[in-house]
């Protein structure tokens, strides 16, 4: 009978199913300044990057996802929605020579952060592509990491560019040419950015890398919400066992002492 009342402890407790339907939110800064149409990525880095960020939309579910994009300035391309076909169309829009040329890291970052939502979920993302250096812009790449920072926002750091030189478009009085120059990443800056605010930087050579550090982005958040809603689930303790235990004893005892008053 204790074994039958003590029922809502289990030994066996089968852990909540993982529910990601609250999603998260997430904005994807893109860097298209004119290096980005390098070539040492097919058929260059700007749009292999367009191609993979647009996989990335279609792989969640539940999330909203803006888009910002950045060169010497900073815009928003696309608030943070659940329309994933606009956003998927902004995307494919993205293209060089919009705003003053550069590379703009810092404010990229700083636009970023703003366009999360003042109902932001608990968990915010910001994706932060690059192919440079900062060089351009008002506001200094750490400098909005700790704006994400003060935002409970990750951002994870993307450098694309393969190793050494890339063929990379110069204009020139009789034209664009291409000309094997040396690719230049801050990766100090983009792990610093990564650091500070809790996310993690990776380097893509190669399309498949680049799909894949996506891939890996996207396990990571499913783990961090995984983690988060354990967190919320009521700790098991053996509290119901001990008071349907106390219940059954007190019961017990009234039930004696009734007998015993009749015996009487």
């Known amino acids: 009978l204790v074994i039958t009342l003590a029922e809502p402890y289990n030994v066996n407790y089968d852990p909540p199913k993982i529910d990601y339907k609250n999603g998260i939110d997430i904005i994807l800064a893109i860097d298209a300044s004119g290096s980005m149409l390098a070539q040492d990525f097919q058929p260059n880095r700007l749009e292999a990057a367009k191609d993979v960020a647009q996989q990335f939309v279609d792989s969640r579910k539940g999330d909203r996802i803006g888009l910002v994009v950045y060169e010497g300035e900073a815009y ?4 943070a929605t659940l329309d ?12 060089p020579d919009q705003v003053e040329p550069g590379t703009a890291i810092g404010n990229g970052l700083g636009v970023a952060v ?9 968990s915010k993302v ?3 592509l690059t192919d440079g250096s900062n060089n351009a812009g008002s506001i200094e790449p750490l ?5 994400a920072k003060a935002k409970n926002c990750r951002v994870y750091t993307i450098g694309v560019g393969t190793s050494g030189l890339a063929p990379t478009p110069i204009e020139t009085p009789f034209g664009i040419v291409y000309e094997n120059l040396p690719v230049e990443i801050d990766e100090n800056t983009l792990k610093a950015i990564a ?9 893509a050579k190669d399309e498949t890398g680049l799909k894949n550090i996506y891939k890996e ?3 990571l958040e499913k783990r961090k919400m ?18 349907w235990t106390i219940i059954f004893a007190l019961g017990a005892w009234i039930l004696q002492r009734l007998k015993f008053k009749l015996d009487d």
């Open 114 to 122: 703003t366009r999360l939502r003042s109902d932001s979920l608990k």
């Open 143 to 147: 400098d909005a990491a700790r704006l």
């Open 226 to 243: 995984e983690d988060q809603h354990i967190a919320a689930e009521p700790p098991l303790t053996l509290m119901p066992f001990f008071v």
């Open 217 to 219: 982005i996207d396990q």
């Open 126 to 128: 910001i994706i932060l």
């Open 76 to 79: 928003t391309a696309c608030p």
């Open 195 to 203: 650091n500070e605010t809790g996310g993690k930087y990776f380097r």
């Open 84 to 95: 994933y076909k606009l956003l998927k169309e902004q995307i494919e829009q993205i293209a």
